[in-house]
């Protein structure tokens, strides 16, 4: 049917892109006005130890009033590229470490923070500003930045990671292997863990490669006197074999989805008696 249509073929593509775009730009003047509208909320991922629960990630939600839920890798770039992130994280980080509050006071809060915000000034002030506000001690909050954040090295990120640091916050290298890996990153920076990609946790089971270097980046970080978290752990195969070979932390579906926040109240419950039970 296309092959007839000949002109129409080339028109119908232009519409097709125009669509598209309309659409991107409508998402974007939408997103300027979500954060006003309270369109954004929050939902939090378990992360395991050795059996039981020392936390949540936090992850960022959109929900559209016409589109429905809009996923983080759509509307996180376009925010970083307006110059939103800043604003969203600080929110992010706020409804965080309140949420957190309400946990067990063993249980860190790992929130995500862009290049963007990384890089703004007074990054450090406002996030301990936040946690005196809240009344969250610093050593629950853990930081997860991406590698991208750290490709211009300049004194400025190495000062704030040193900051962050000395303020007793915990900061983890997420989605390694799958950006501009260095290892010098891990040289210079005072990492607390590195979160390995679900790229390499994926095909755990079947690919050698993947065996191998999950082995090596777990050796490298204990090496490194770093924890390391698994992500995207979805199999009980992958997990016993994470086990096998020492990954401190595994997060992923297997343990469970990311959860809204009404229901985490009845994670933690179910959690510890799990525990309790597994301890009797
Ligand atoms: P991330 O920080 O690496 O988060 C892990 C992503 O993997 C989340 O996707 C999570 O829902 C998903 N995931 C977890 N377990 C599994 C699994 O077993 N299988 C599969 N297939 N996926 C799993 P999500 O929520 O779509 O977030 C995508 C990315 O968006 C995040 O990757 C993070 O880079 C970014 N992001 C999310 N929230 C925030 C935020 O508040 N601030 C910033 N700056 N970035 C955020
Ligand atoms: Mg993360
Ligand atoms: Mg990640
Ligand atoms: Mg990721």
Not at 54 to 71: C, K, M, S, T
Not at 170 to 194: H, Q, V, W
Not at 255 to 264: D, F, G, Q, T
Request: charged share 25%; net charge negative; aromatic share 8%.
């Amino acid at each position: 049917a296309a092959k007839k249509e000949g002109r129409g073929r080339a028109s119908a593509f232009d519409a097709s892109m125009l669509e598209l775009l309309e659409q991107r730009e409508l998402l974007r003047r939408s997103l300027r006005m979500a954060l006003v509208q309270q369109e954004f909320f929050v939902e939090y991922q378990p992360i395991a130890e050795g059996g039981s629960i020392v936390g949540f990630e936090a992850l960022l939600r959109w929900h559209h009033p016409l589109l429905g839920n809009i996923p983080p890798v759509t509307f996180i770039p376009m925010a970083e590229a307006d110059g939103m992130m800043p604003d969203i994280g600080a929110w992010v980080l706020e409804q965080a470490c309140r949420e957190a509050m309400k946990w067990p006071e063993n249980y860190i809060v790992a929130v995500n923070v862009s290049a963007a915000e990384f890089l703004t000034s007074g990054l450090t002030d406002r996030i301990s500003q936040t946690l005196d506000l809240v009344g969250l001690p610093p050593d629950r909050l853990e930081l997860e930045i991406t590698e991208s954040v750290l490709l211009e090295r300049t004194v400025n990120n190495i000062d704030t990671l040193n900051t962050l640091n000395v303020l007793g916050i915990r900061i983890s290298l997420d989605d390694f292997g799958t950006e501009y890996s260095s290892l010098s990153y891990l040289k210079t920076f005072p990492f607390d863990t590195i979160k390995i990609d679900k790229y390499f946790i994926t095909d755990l089971e079947t690919d050698p490669k993947s065996q191998t270097i999950v082995r090596c980046v777990v050796d490298l970080a204990h090496g490194l006197d770093m924890q390391v978290t698994a992500e995207g752990v979805e199999t009980p195969a992958q997990a016993e074999w994470l086990r096998h070979v020492g990954c401190d932390r595994l997060q992923g579906y297997l343990v469970s989805r990311p959860l809204p926040v009404e229901a985490i109240g009845e994670f933690i419950s179910r959690a510890e008696t799990s525990v309790r039970h597994a301890l009797s």
